[in-house]
């Protein structure tokens, strides 16, 4: 049995159908529900068939759009990446927020403390609310941004822009005013190009 039919066979023992198991590209995604998150996640740092003692990364993700599917509901998710030391394995845990216009799910730090600046940025960037995390606020974009720039309606060029009035001496907000411009590049080509040369 290989390592990843052993998490496989681990993973399907300790939760069965509370859980949604997808194999990819030789790694497992582990598709949990908002309600079971918390619980689940207790579950695999501290099952000792599973050990996932490490969270190395958490990120948003925004569906909207997805393979020109129509989504209607569970837009937003929060994917989780976790290592075993002890076990020398890793895993992908998917959940997806319920609500589209108030994306929320529970925050994971009482169990993987780390996961705090990860969530902030989730946060920033697609709007992800982590139900009980002690200091979410913005962390890449600036305090007085409007928006989340990360999800896929949000427009390319922004909002606002902000500059410096020399005659304020403070930096000032105001409606974009870049130009729409036609990004196609024009090759023009001599007769008989490269031809004999």
């Not at 403070?170 to 190009?193: A, W």
């Amino acid at each position: 049995m290989t390592r990843l039919e052993t998490l496989k066979t681990a993973l399907e023992q300790a939760f069965g159908e509370r859980v949604s198991l997808a194999e990819a590209f030789g790694e497992i995604t582990l598709v949990v529900s908002a309600a079971d998150y918390l619980e689940v996640c207790k579950r695999l740092r501290d099952e000792p068939a599973l050990r996932f003692d490490t969270l190395i990364d958490l990120c948003g993700l925004d569906y909207f759009g997805w393979r020109d599917e129509p989504r209607e509901s569970q837009r937003f998710a929060a994917v989780s990446h976790l290592l075993s030391v002890e076990k020398n394995w890793r895993l992908r845990v998917r959940v997806f927020c319920p609500d589209d216009d108030f994306p929320l799910v529970p925050s994971l730090i009482e169990i993987w403390p780390a996961v705090g600046w990860f969530e902030r940025e989730a946060f920033d960037l697609y709007g992800i609310v982590f139900e009980g995390h002690p200091d979410l606020r913005r962390i890449l974009t600036d305090y007085g941004f409007v928006g989340h720039p990360f999800r896929k309606d949000f427009p390319i060029s922004g909002h606002v822009e902000m500059r410096y009035d020399p005659e304020q001496s403070r930096v000032v907000y105001q409606p974009v005013s870049i130009e729409p411009r036609e990004n196609v590049p024009r090759v023009i080509r001599e007769e008989g190009y490269g031809i004999g040369r």
